[in-house]
């Protein structure tokens, strides 16, 4: 009888403690918000593309001072030439785990020309631009906020709310007197959106640092299309190649040569053609073949994800999509796209001549169990069969008069997908945890369409990782006007407090 009696006060404890922790972000944000929002403004505007060093340092060295001033202790990793990874550690006494943060800091490059602001200077909107919002002031009082508001700025959606997030639950704990049930690790990485080039040789020159993790957690993405909240277990991986073809080794003149001389344009696109069906389903000879099928946790949960075909054509002009199957389905297979094409000219600077060469860049998504050399060896395959002679360097004449078609094709670097299994006790407790504060509108998706370098955790140092995304899902990531709905970052820091002060 005591012992039931001491499980339903654990019980209500928990379910307290739960509620407390959402009314508290509530109050802390009604109380603090102008100043979450000037501190993020702040944030945005350093720059932050990850070749420019002198600013990308300007970021590391304000993060740090912001995580100190907030009691983590912190060291920023330095290698010559490299963007630092800014590392924080809040050690908890009698702590039973240790949970890992990673962010990156850094952005994609910018094109000023495209945007309706500049990208760094933060403008704040009454709504998304597409919605017909306006700017308006930053906010001078609490009042004055709503939730349906907008920060645009370079990094805003991807990825710098998590920062803001993380530093505003650290203050609101504070400030409330909870406690920090986790050892907290903090890893904030400045060249993600540059591939992260150095980020292996960082995690291993410093395993020191990270060997107690028990959990990584990377707060990078957005949340579902359906703005419900969402944890993501996994990630695509990627990789491409660019593919060039050859006809006559100059321009030509097409109404002397029309009808007799090869023409690039067409070959590539007859080439690139037979690569997928009418449908759009890759017909390349064992593209699929090595996908990893979904355990029974994965497939139970998948049918619990709304169903978000319908919204997506309507949001993005679209009547039909391509392959067979739901949006999630065909989220679970591995990709072939054409990122681009040129073949001479168009609009006003097209001119009436056969061009020399056309070239395309192919992107390759892959998903658990596709090794990124052997799918670009398929494809590889694939343009043989198509009578195609490859070739690693420009062909030369003697090579050109041997061989019908050639094709010039480099081929990119890249990394595989990981997955992390949703059974896992530590992951388990960061699935109860978030839905006690958010509530059961969770949604917990296998893997995400993105690509992230999470195998160097999940299989390099075969710890688990999951996905923990904030920012709303139109914030235009990587392209121009990107955004953060003020809402997500409110979310953000509820999130995170909840991480932070997991019970169990």
Same mark, same amino acid.
């Given at each position: 009888?005591?012992?039931?009696?001491?499980?339903?006060?654990?019980?209500?404890?928990s379910i307290l403690f739960s509620q407390d922790v959402g009314k508290m972000s509530e109050d802390y944000i009604s109380e603090?918000?102008?100043?979450?929002?000037?501190?993020?403004?702040? &944030?945005?505007?350093?720059?932050?593309?990850?070749?420019? &060093? !002198? %600013?990308?340092?300007?970021?590391?060295?304000?993060?740090?001072?912001?995580?100190?001033?907030?009691?983590?202790?912190?060291?920023?990793?330095?290698?010559?030439?490299?963007?630092?990874?800014?590392?924080?550690?809040?050690?908890?006494?009698?702590?039973?785990?240790?949970?890992?943060?990673?962010?990156?800091?850094?952005?994609?490059?910018?094109?000023? $020309? !495209?945007?309706?602001?500049?990208?760094?200077?933060? $403008?704040?909107?009454?709504?998304?631009?597409?919605? =017909?919002?306006? @700017?308006?002031?930053?906010?001078?009082?609490?009042?004055?906020? *709503?939730?349906?508001?907008?920060?645009?700025?370079?990094?805003? #959606?991807?990825?710098?709310? @998590?920062?803001?997030?993380?530093?505003?639950?650290?203050?609101?704990?504070?400030?409330?007197?909870?406690? +920090?049930?986790?050892?907290?690790?903090?890893?904030?990485?400045?060249?993600?959106?540059?591939?992260?080039?150095?980020?292996?040789?960082?995690?291993?020159?410093? !395993?020191?640092?990270?060997?107690?993790?028990?959990?990584?957690?990377?707060?990078?993405?957005?949340?579902?299309?359906?703005?419900?909240?969402?944890?993501?277990?996994?990630?695509?991986?990627?990789?491409?190649?660019?593919?060039?073809?050859? =006809?006559?080794?100059?321009?030509?003149?097409?109404?002397?040569?029309? %009808?007799?001389?090869?023409?690039? #344009?067409?070959?590539?696109? *007859?080439?690139?053609?037979?690569?997928?069906?009418?449908?759009?389903?890759? +017909?390349?000879?064992?593209?699929?073949d090595d996908v990893e099928p979904l355990s029974e946790s994965e497939k139970l949960a998948l049918q619990n994800v709304p169903?978000?075909?319908?919204?997506? !054509?309507?949001?993005? =002009?679209?009547?039909?999509?391509?392959?067979?199957?739901?949006?999630?389905?065909?989220?679970?297979?591995?990709?072939?796209?054409?990122?681009?094409?040129?073949? =001479?000219?168009? #609009?006003?600077?097209?001119?009436?001549? +056969?061009?020399?060469?056309?070239?395309?860049?192919?992107?390759?998504?892959?998903?658990?169990?596709? *090794? @990124?050399?052997?799918?670009?060896?398929?494809?590889?395959?694939?343009?043989?069969?198509?009578?195609?002679?490859?070739?690693?360097?420009?062909?030369?004449?003697?090579?050109?008069?041997?061989?019908?078609?050639?094709?010039?094709?480099?081929?990119?670097?890249?990394?595989?997908?990981?997955?992390?299994?949703?059974?896992?006790?530590?992951?388990?407790?960061?699935?109860?945890?978030?839905?006690?504060?958010?509530g059961e509108d969770l949604i917990l998706l296998p893997t995400l369409g993105g690509s992230l370098p999470l195998y160097l955790? $999940? *299989?390099?140092?075969?710890?688990?990782?999951?996905?923990?995304?904030?920012?709303?899902?139109? %914030?235009?990531?990587?392209?121009?006007?990107?955004?953060?709905?003020?809402?997500?970052?409110?979310?953000?820091?509820?999130?995170?407090?909840?991480?932070?002060?997991?019970?169990?």
């Amino acid at each position: 009888m005591r012992s039931n009696l001491v499980f339903l006060l654990l019980i209500s404890s928990s379910i307290l403690f739960s509620q407390d922790v959402g009314k508290m972000s509530e109050d802390y944000i009604s109380e603090n918000g102008v100043q979450i929002l000037n501190d993020f403004k702040e &944030l945005l505007s350093i720059p932050n593309v990850a070749f420019d &060093l !002198k %600013n990308i340092n300007k970021n590391g060295e304000h993060i740090i001072s912001e995580l100190e001033k907030r009691g983590v202790e912190t060291k920023l990793l330095r290698m010559v030439g490299t963007p630092p990874i800014v590392y924080g550690y809040l050690p908890v006494k009698k702590a039973k785990r240790t949970l890992a943060f990673y962010v990156h800091y850094d952005g994609q490059p910018v094109d000023k $020309t !495209k945007w309706t602001n500049d990208p760094w200077q933060p $403008t704040y909107y009454s709504k998304a631009i597409f919605e =017909g919002g306006e @700017p308006i002031d930053f906010p001078s009082k609490s009042s004055d906020i *709503d939730p349906n508001n907008r920060i645009y700025a370079r990094a805003a #959606g991807d990825d710098k709310a @998590p920062i803001i997030s993380i530093l505003s639950a650290l203050d609101l704990i504070k400030e409330n007197k909870l406690k +920090i049930t986790s050892n907290l690790v903090f890893f904030f990485e400045g060249q993600e959106e540059a591939g992260s080039r150095q980020l292996r040789e960082y995690l291993e020159d410093n !395993k020191e640092l990270i060997d107690q993790i028990d959990l990584w957690m990377f707060c990078d993405g957005p949340v579902h299309q359906s703005r419900k909240p969402q944890l993501v277990f996994g990630v695509r991986g990627v990789t491409g190649m660019e593919i060039t073809v050859y =006809g006559p080794n100059r321009p030509l003149h097409s109404g002397h040569y029309g %009808n007799w001389a090869p023409v690039p #344009g067409q070959m590539l696109s *007859d080439l690139i053609s037979s690569m997928k069906d009418e449908k759009g389903n890759i +017909i390349i000879d064992g593209f699929y073949d090595d996908v990893e099928p979904l355990s029974e946790s994965e497939k139970l949960a998948l049918q619990n994800v709304p169903e978000i075909d319908s919204q997506l !054509k309507s949001e993005l =002009g679209v009547n039909t999509t391509e392959g067979s199957g739901s949006y999630y389905e065909r989220l679970l297979l591995p990709t072939l796209t054409i990122r681009g094409l040129s073949s =001479g000219n168009t #609009g006003k600077l097209a001119r009436n001549v +056969i061009p020399a060469t056309a070239t395309a860049s192919i992107g390759i998504r892959l998903v658990k169990g596709c *090794d @990124p050399e052997k799918q670009k060896d398929l494809v590889e395959a694939h343009i043989k069969k198509q009578g195609y002679h490859i070739v690693r360097e420009e062909p030369d004449q003697e090579t050109r008069l041997k061989y019908p078609k050639i094709a010039f094709i480099t081929r990119d670097s890249g990394y595989p997908a990981a997955r992390t299994s949703m059974d896992t006790p530590v992951v388990q407790s960061v699935i109860n945890r978030t839905k006690e504060v958010i509530g059961e509108d969770l949604i917990l998706l296998p893997t995400l369409g993105g690509s992230l370098p999470l195998y160097l955790f $999940t *299989d390099v140092l075969q710890k688990p990782a999951i996905i923990v995304p904030i920012a709303n899902h139109d %914030n235009n990531q990587h392209a121009a006007d990107e955004n953060l709905r003020v809402e997500n970052l409110w979310y953000g820091i509820k999130l995170m407090s909840a991480l932070m002060t997991i019970q169990k």
